[in-house]
């Protein structure tokens, strides 16, 4: 069921790979809701990837570009306002990579020049990404811009590895970005913190199954989806949030608030029966 919340709409789409990729299925929403859409990624990931397919399924054009190139975002923003008929209303920011983490390296064992990559690609290529699209204006007044993120940017998870910091970094960019993007032309800029997610990077985090069955057993509503992502971007893209702007927003089932529940308490004693009445009902409070 659409609601044409995004009709009339422009928007990039940066970081989708395949089909389990977030910003892919943020994509076909967003077109779903009447938005016109250009995509963009890296070259390397449109080898690998089935950006081509998707392209063509949403008639929307496809500008390759690495992110944390200045010059090459320059040519994104410039093709997608010709190829569109002017300034974006809203762009998503779904980029995240980490050589230490594909190389298994840990925490306490990095890489320096690893490390560097890790936050040049995954958080201040959306520095650069707004510094251009600001200075060329190719994003309009009242626009709105989301980048993924995860919650240990705040809290250790083992295996997150740098892109914990990276993730930080992004976070702080939305919040120093906002003030001024927003006082000046009513852009607004946030972060969806994002349950963990099976999608090709997420697959890459050591013992992400685990993680993900730990962060469902925790969570009151359970995971979040890519596909509920998608819908919770495409409303941050819409003008039913025209005042919500600076905020790391969680997308988690609640997983952010809890500190303990009694799924994830029973993992460990394995037995259910101390918290049933004697009907047999699990009593959770």
């Not at 963009?40 to 944390?68: F, H, K, V, Y």
């Amino acid at each position: 069921m659409t609601h044409n919340l995004l009709q009339g709409k422009r928007g990039i789409i940066f970081g989708a790979l395949n089909e389990q990729s977030i910003a892919w299925k943020v994509a076909v929403k967003a077109v779903e809701e009447g938005a016109v859409i250009t995509l963009s990624n890296t070259p390397m990931a449109l080898r690998m990837g089935q950006l081509d397919e998707l392209g063509r399924q949403l008639n929307a054009p496809i500008i390759p570009a690495d992110a944390t190139s200045v010059d090459d975002l320059e040519r994104v923003f410039t093709e997608s306002m010709e190829k569109l008929g002017g300034p974006v209303d809203f762009l998503l920011h779904s980029i995240g990579m980490s050589p230490n983490v594909r190389k298994r390296r840990t925490y306490d064992n990095l890489d320096y020049g690893m490390l560097s990559k890790t936050l040049d690609i995954s958080a201040v290529s959306f520095h650069k990404m707004l510094q251009v699209a600001k200075r060329l204006g190719a994003i309009a007044d009242y626009g709105s811009v989301v980048a993924l993120t995860y919650v240990a940017a705040q809290r250790t998870f083992f295996g997150y590895n740098d892109m914990a910091d990276a993730k930080s970094l992004l976070e702080s960019i939305a919040r120093s970005f906002g003030y001024i993007y927003g006082r000046e032309h009513h852009v607004r800029i946030n972060t969806i913190s994002q349950s963990p997610t099976p999608t090709t990077a997420g697959n890459g985090i050591k013992e992400m199954e685990h993680l993900m069955d730990f962060a469902n057993k925790m969570s009151p509503l359970g995971n979040a989806t890519a596909d509920e992502c998608a819908d919770y971007c495409v409303v941050m893209f819409s003008d039913l949030t025209r005042k919500v702007t600076m905020q790391n927003l969680f997308h988690d089932g609640g997983f952010s608030s809890m500190g303990m529940s009694l799924r994830a308490m029973n993992q460990y004693s394995k037995d259910m029966k101390p918290y049933e009445d004697e009907n047999g009902n699990i009593i959770y409070g």
